[in-house]
């Protein structure tokens, strides 16, 4: 089965409940959505699952129509622990198997939910490649079982990618990793082209919901970006559908998260006129390099900022 071109997100828990998300879930189904990206700690997986379990039992779908997505949380990167976190995701989401299963994070970090941004886990640390080796090889454990059926890597750099690629037996298919037209990562997205790896693009539309501690004023809306307006008046379509659709014209996959507007979403997306090689070259000019989801709280100890996190420099901090 080929990856759908737009999915939803799941990922509301700072703003919504998991009733909304699920609720959400189930009417997204009905509108032809078929692609759905959870995760362990979005703590809303049991409700989804009931969605599921009911939309099979109605024939509103079958699963193999279905492209359904989880992801590792952070605290359970340890021996064995992979293959547990991965059988309580299938209980609650009610299936016998995944689409692709995701390592959330490179590095076993967590943090207590709702913490403070300047928060610091004492058992946090850096990246280090054999650690995550040793994650990796459960990971490609569950393929061989017939467990999930493509596993990929999110939140990742460059630096990490070369490191850990030539390790694989079993390579990632798919990446996560924060995609708007003011946050364009070129060089990332071009890498994991080149690789073979297919980018799924969180936070589409500029992420309004995100957790207030991923905040800062310098941020910049991709939804507010001048030629997005000047794109969206010209279409006659909310700013968000130009971004998603911006997002499925490079080849990406945007996964959204609404509880009001997944329908529009999907529809004006796939839809509506495509967007011109005009308005593609413009928008790839407006990008700002301004990265939303920063993960302060994941910082060891020591680190400096959360630039640290990323690489930007082309050298993995804290070694």
């Not at 959400?24 to 379990?53: M, P, Q, S, T, W």
């Not at 989880?70 to 976190?85: E, F, R, T």
């Not at 790896?197 to 936070?203: A, D, F, L, Q, V």
């Not at 004006?268 to 790839?284: F, Q, V």
């Amino acid at each position: 089965m080929n990856i759908p071109k737009i999915g939803l997100g799941t990922f509301g828990s700072d703003r919504f409940t998991p009733e909304q998300v699920a609720g959400a879930v189930k009417g997204a189904i009905e509108h032809g959505y078929r692609l759905f990206d959870c995760a362990a700690v979005y703590g809303n997986e049991d409700l989804i699952g009931k969605v599921f379990e009911e939309a099979f039992t109605e024939n509103l779908v079958k699963r193999e129509e279905l492209f359904i997505i989880s992801k590792v949380w952070n605290d359970m990167h340890g021996k064995g622990d992979i293959l547990l976190a991965c059988a309580k995701t299938l209980k609650d989401l009610r299936l016998d198997y995944l689409d692709i299963y995701f390592v959330h994070w490179p590095f076993p970090n967590y943090h207590a939910p709702g913490c403070d941004i300047d928060a610091r886990n004492p058992d946090s640390r850096p990246f280090f490649a054999d650690e995550f080796m040793a994650c990796w090889r459960q990971m490609e454990r569950l393929v061989d079982m017939g467990l999930v059926k493509s596993i990929g890597m999110s939140n990742m750099t460059i630096p990490k990618l070369e490191l850990v690629l030539p390790q694989c037996r079993i390579k990632p298919e798919f990446m996560e990793l924060e995609l708007h037209p003011a946050f364009q990562q070129e060089e990332l997205f071009n890498y994991c082209v080149k690789n073979n790896i297919k980018p799924i693009g969180y936070s589409p539309i500029g992420s309004p919901n995100r957790p207030e501690r991923d905040k800062t004023p310098e941020d910049i809306a991709a939804t507010e970006l001048p030629e997005i307006l000047e794109i969206a008046e010209a279409h006659g379509v909310h700013p968000a559908v130009i971004c998603l659709k911006w997002s499925v014209q490079i080849g990406a996959v945007p996964i959204p998260f609404s509880v009001n507007n997944y329908k529009s979403n999907f529809d004006l997306t796939l839809n509506t006129k495509p967007l011109s090689g005009d308005e593609l070259a413009k928008i790839k000019k407006a990008d700002k390099n301004c990265r939303l989801i920063k993960g302060q709280v994941f910082l060891w100890e020591g680190a400096g900022d959360w630039h640290d996190l990323w690489d930007e420099n082309g050298v993995i901090a804290g070694w």
